[in-house]
């Protein structure tokens, strides 16, 4: 089992920044692949970025790229998400994620989630 947390939402203007953390606690953090997803209102769920478990490979939604950055510290368990140049269009649940195999970018092949923490964008 796994446990994650996510933290750092808030709600902040069009090209601000924010910084997402997931703490995780349980099965050994730096066997598990990593990911952020998000969900607008009444939309489903989306993959944002995803990062391997040392840290070397990265996936990024073309939505996100050069504005985010995925990372993780394994000596702390934890999970980051740089987010800059923020949109009103980013608003959304961001949720981080967690699955003991190689990087997929579908929200299905997830076994572990955080609660979520709510970002929103004013324009």
């Known amino acids: 089992q796994v446990q994650l947390v996510e933290s750092g939402g808030g709600l902040v203007q069009a090209g601000g920044s924010l910084r997402l953390s997931c703490a995780a606690s349980?099965?050994?953090?730096?066997?598990?692949?990593m990911a952020w997803f998000r969900q607008a209102p009444g939309k489903e769920r989306e993959f944002v970025a995803a990062i391997g478990r040392t840290g070397g490979t990265f996936y990024y939604a073309d939505f996100v790229k050069d504005r985010f950055t995925i990372s993780r510290d394994n000596a702390k368990n934890t999970l980051n998400l740089q987010m800059n140049t923020l949109k009103p269009e980013d608003t959304g649940v961001y949720y981080c994620?967690?699955?003991?195999?190689?990087?997929?970018?579908?929200?299905?092949?997830?076994?572990?989630w955080g609660q979520g923490t709510q970002v929103t964008i004013s324009s």
């Open positions: 994620a967690a699955r003991f195999g190689l990087p997929v970018l579908t929200d299905t092949g997830y076994e572990y």
């Open positions: 349980g099965r050994t953090f730096n066997d598990a692949t």
